[in-house]
């Protein structure tokens, strides 16, 4: 079956550190990828997204790249700041688009 | 302008009671979901509706009933509220000409006392 697993946390990084948050998926076929955020007391909103292999996602600083062979997809981002303490979420859509599978959510605190 | 939107943003109530959260969407969409987030901010879906028609229906109490009268519109009633309900419901919607990107809404507390 379809499944998500991200590396847990919580995460706590100086401001201006390198951030990597680990994603791997397992999926039948080419799913479509995403990166959610949440922000505290806030609902999920979309962060990136990419639909095929090879495909690079990107939005305000942050990238994933939707890696088949290694069924990946890692969000990176070379500096973060305070603004970006959040949930993030990894999920991939099934072919079909009815269902969503969300990873487990990796909480992230960036200190001044 | 708020693409997806629930009412109430906060619940409190007693053991017991009956209780409904509404959802809105006005982006045309025609898939609408319900999430269940646990205070651990673990996500798991109840409930997928396409066309207003049930299309997913995870394990989750027949006390839980979800509602669409048109596209643009799915509530959540729950009978009998256990302590257990208390969590952060969140309704969804997508389109698939999005490459089914789910927008959420801000999600509605429930605190079960």
């Known amino acids: 079956g379809n499944s998500v697993t991200q590396m847990e946390g919580p995460v706590t990084l100086s401001e201006e550190a390198f951030l990597t948050i680990n994603c791997t998926y397992t999926?039948?076929?080419?799913?479509?990828l995403f990166w959610y955020v949440q922000y505290p007391g806030e609902g999920l909103q979309l962060l990136l997204k990419?639909?095929?292999?090879?495909d690079k996602g990107s939005n305000k600083g942050f990238e994933a790249t939707y890696r088949k062979e290694t069924t990946s997809f890692h969000l990176e981002k070379g500096s973060v700041q305070v603004s970006d303490s959040a949930v993030y979420f990894c999920?991939?859509?099934?072919?079909?688009?009815?269902?969503?599978?969300f990873g487990t959510g990796t909480s992230l605190t960036v200190i001044p | 302008d708020t693409a997806v939107s629930q009412t109430p943003k906060y619940l409190v109530t007693q053991m017991g009671n009956d209780k409904s959260i509404k959802c809105e969407q006005n982006?045309?969409?025609?898939?609408m979901y319900w999430y269940k987030q646990d205070s651990k901010k673990f996500l798991k879906i109840m409930f997928s509706?396409?066309?207003?028609?049930?299309?997913i229906n995870e394990t989750v109490p027949n006390r839980f009933s979800p509602k669409s009268p048109d596209k643009a519109h799915l509530n959540l009633h729950i009978n009998s509220l256990e302590l257990g309900d208390s969590a952060v419901y969140f309704c969804?919607?997508?389109?698939?000409?999005?490459?089914?990107?789910?927008?959420f809404g801000p999600g509605t507390r429930l605190l079960v006392l």
């Open positions: 969804a919607s997508s389109q698939v000409a999005s490459m089914k990107t789910q927008y």
């Open positions: 999926a039948t076929g080419y799913p479509s």
């Open positions: 990419a639909t095929k292999a090879d």
């Open positions: 999920a991939l859509s099934d072919l079909a688009g009815n269902q969503f599978y």
């Open positions: 982006l045309g969409h025609d898939t």
């Open positions: 509706y396409n066309n207003k028609e049930l299309i």
